[in-house]
C-alpha cells in the first residue's frame, strides 16, 4: 500500500512535443504528490509539486494533472527541450510523515 | 542561501568493511533524511534525523546507523558492507517534521562502490 507505481520507464519525444509520464498509489492517506528531476551523477531535483485539494498545477512548461478518485498523477512537460532529457520521478507523502516514497523512474529522451 | 552538500563524492570499500558518510543540510533546515538509491531505481528512505534523534525508519537493517548534530549536518554509517550496499545515498534536508509538506531538498550524493 505504500507503493507508488510509474510509467513508463523509458519515454523518446521530439523537440517540441508533450511528455507525459504517469504515476498511481494505494494509500490514500497520501496528500502530497512531488515530482523530481535527476540528471547523471546528480541529486534529485524537486521540479513541481500538487496537494489533493487541486486538480491541476501548472508551473512553467511543467503541469501536475492530479485525479484523485482514481489515485492517479501525471506530469506534462510541454514544448519539450533537450534539456529537459534527464530521469524523473514522481513521489509521494503524508503530512507530517519522515518519508517520500519514490516511483521507479521515467528516463526521459528528447530528440533534437 | 546554502544547499545541501555531501561528502565524499566517490567511496571504494570492500565487503565487511565500515564507512561514514556526511551531510551538511541547508541553511535554515533542521531536519536531514537519507535514502539509498540504487543503479536504475527511486530513492529508498533509510532514515531520518531530527533534533539529534532518529525519528523514523525505513526497512533497512541496524548496521544502517547515524547521527544528527548541533549543527543539523548529520552522518550515515553502515557497519559490514555487502555487495548489494553499492548504491548513490542521498541526503535531504528539509523544515521541522510537520512544518511543512515535506519539501526534501537532495544533495548530490555520495557513490558507495563495495567490491
Known amino acids: 500500500q505504500q507503493q507508488v507505481k510509474q510509467s513508463p520507464q523509458s519515454l523518446i519525444v521530439q523537440k517540441g512535443g508533450i511528455s507525459i509520464i504517469n504515476c498511481a498509489y494505494e494509500n490514500t492517506a497520501f496528500d502530497y504528490f512531488p515530482w523530481y528531476q535527476q540528471f547523471p551523477g546528480k541529486g534529485p531535483a524537486l521540479l513541481i509539486a500538487?496537494?489533493?485539494?487541486?486538480s491541476e498545477k501548472k508551473e512553467g512548461r511543467f503541469t501536475i494533472s492530479f485525479n484523485k478518485s482514481a489515485k492517479q498523477f501525471s506530469l506534462h512537460i510541454m514544448d519539450s527541450q533537450p534539456g529537459d532529457s534527464a530521469t524523473y520521478f514522481c513521489?509521494?507523502?503524508?503530512?507530517?510523515?519522515?518519508?517520500?516514497?519514490f516511483g521507479q523512474g521515467t528516463r526521459l529522451t528528447i530528440n533534437p | 542561501e546554502t544547499g545541501v552538500t555531501q561528502s565524499p563524492t566517490h567511496l571504494i570499500k570492500t565487503r565487511g568493511q565500515q564507512v561514514t558518510l556526511r551531510c551538511s543540510s541547508q541553511s535554515g533546515h533542521n531536519t536531514v533524511s537519507w535514502y539509498q538509491q540504487a543503479l536504475g531505481q527511486g530513492p529508498q528512505f533509510i532514515f531520518q534525523y531530527y533534533r539529534e534523534e532518529e525519528n523514523g525508519r525505513g526497512n533497512f537493517p541496524p548496521r544502517f546507523s547515524g547521527l544528527q548534530f548541533p549543527n543539523y549536518s548529520s552522518e550515515l554509517n553502515v557497519n559490514a558492507l555487502e555487495l548489494d550496499d553499492s548504491a548513490l545515498y542521498l541526503c535531504a534536508s528539509s523544515l521541522a517534521p510537520g512544518a511543512s509538506y515535506n519539501e526534501q531538498f537532495f544533495g548530490p550524493g555520495t557513490r558507495l562502490t563495495v567490491l
Open positions: 513521489a509521494a507523502s503524508m503530512w507530517g510523515a519522515q518519508k517520500l516514497v
Open positions: 500538487i496537494r489533493p485539494d487541486v
